[in-house]
T-cell receptor
Framework: KQEVTQIPAALSVPEGENLVLNCSFTDSAIYNLQWFRQDPGKGLTSLLLIQSSQREQTSGRLNASLDKSSGRSTLYIAASQPGDSATYLCAVNSGYSTLTFGKGTMLLVSP | DTGVSQDPRHKITKRGQNVTFRCDPISEHNRLYWYRQTLGQGPEFLTYFQNEAQLEKSRLLSDRFSAERPKGSFSTLEIQRTEQGDSAMYLC?????????????FGPGTRLTVL
């Protein structure tokens, strides 16, 4: 059974810092990995999707990497802003058509 | 396209009552998924449809839960005889492909509170 772990559970940084969120998964036989953002009480917004054959994906200030063999992914956020404050969720697609999520990292960026 | 929509956004009910939620996926998306999220946890898979066919159900989906997707368009999730443990955010997602490896696009969710 696939299990996804996200570290840290919560992170507080001052505006402008670069930061890294970590995601690990137990079964390396995945099709892809997706990073989501969730604002309090809201649904999920897809940020980046990395296929199993890819090493990284970039969108604006966000960069996600994937090391499938070691079961790890990182989400790098450059020059953080208060508007980045949210919970970030990592989800793995193991090819059974459903996503397995971690519990998320709650990020607070203070002005 | 306006994205995935869900209705209602919030539902408060008394224990023992039945509730029904609706999800409208992105137009022409073949797959539709239901997830449940409790406070402080990531979403957990409940069930999914390929067009109108329900192809998989999680063990979380007890016999009090039923989902339909008539005509392969919108979907409904019904919970009968609600219990306090059913209180959660119910999320719907859709994806365009038939292989299940595409990006899943999520709706805003329906928050259920069972008193």
């Amino acid at each position: 059974k696939q299990e996804v772990t996200q570290i840290p559970a919560a992170l507080s940084v001052p505006e402008g810092e670069n930061l890294v969120l970590n995601c690990s998964f137990t079964d390396s036989a995945i099709y892809n990995l997706q990073w989501f953002r969730q604002d309090p009480g809201k649904g999920l917004t897809s940020l980046l999707l990395i296929q199993s054959s890819q090493r990284e994906q970039t969108s604006g200030r966000l960069n996600a990497s994937l090391d499938k063999s070691s079961g790890r992914s990182t989400l790098y956020i450059a020059a953080s802003q208060p508007g980045d404050s949210a919970t970030y969720l990592c989800a793995v697609n193991s090819g059974y058509s459903t996503l397995t999520f971690g519990k998320g990292t709650m990020l607070l960026v203070s002005p | 396209d306006t994205g995935v929509s869900q209705d209602p956004r919030h539902k408060i009910t008394k224990r023992g009552q039945n509730v029904t939620f609706r999800c409208d996926p992105i137009s022409e998306h073949n797959r539709l998924y239901w997830y449940r999220q409790t406070l402080g946890q990531g979403p957990e898979f409940l069930t999914y449809f390929q067009n109108e066919a329900q192809l998989e159900k999680s063990r979380l989906l007890s016999d009090r839960f039923s989902a339909e997707r008539p005509k392969g368009s919108f979907s409904t999730l019904e919970i009968q005889r609600t219990e306090q443990g059913d209180s959660a955010m119910y999320l719907c997602a859709s994806s365009p492909g038939v292989w299940g490896t595409d990006t899943q696009y999520f709706g805003p969710g329906t928050r259920l509170t069972v008193l």
